[in-house]
């Protein structure tokens, strides 16, 4: 789903739109408490989507959604300076933010933000991958998705967490145009609070 917020009566391209329902999508215009309730009703539903938005609505999302006790399930840590350097020197990506690690069950290798990364360009692209990480004043965030995660040296495909519960790899992203990129996941919301409120006001 493609989000259009008109608060600031933006022109609106229609040549845009026209192309993404051309492309199987729908674009919605709306004010931002619906979009907020949406995406917490969509998390939680378990359903799979792809929000592009402004940065105050993603801040509201996952404000919402990282609370403490998820945090430590996941094993949350900042992305370290040494990680970040590694993939702005073999990727020339600035990346920011929070996100989790996996150990291999067979050969034990860490999956990271940069196995995450390199994956990314190894099944959509260089391109693909450096646009998500250069929009400007923007977040993408990855409603419960589907995802296949690899170990990069042995190419096992990583079912379990470290802490047994599941194998998905969380993130985080921030990066030095004001623009975000973030996963959300209904079974972390399950195991870590299954009393969740649903209300965007509660933010």
Known sequence: METYNSSKAAPINFDTIQ???H????VVSSEDSAIIEWAIKTITEGRTATLYCKPT???AIRR?????????LVGFKPISPEQAARVKSDFNIEVDGYANSLDCP???????????????????GEELVRAAFSLKRAAIIQINPVQDTICRNCRLHILLGGN?????????YRCPLNNAYACCRAVVIVAAAPNVRLRPDLV
Do not use: N
Not at 64 to 72: I, L
Not at 112 to 118: A, K, L
Not at 164 to 172: A, F, K, P, R
């Open 19 to 21: 192309t993404l329902v």
């Open 23 to 26: 492309q199987g999508k729908t």
């Open 57 to 59: 609505v993603f801040e």
């Open 64 to 72: 919402w959604y990282w609370t403490p006790e998820r945090v430590k």
């Open 106 to 124: 067979r050969c034990g290798h860490v999956y990271s933000t940069y196995e995450f990364i390199q994956q990314g360009i190894e099944e959509h």
């Open 164 to 172: 047994g519960i599941y194998g998905g790899y969380d993130y985080e």
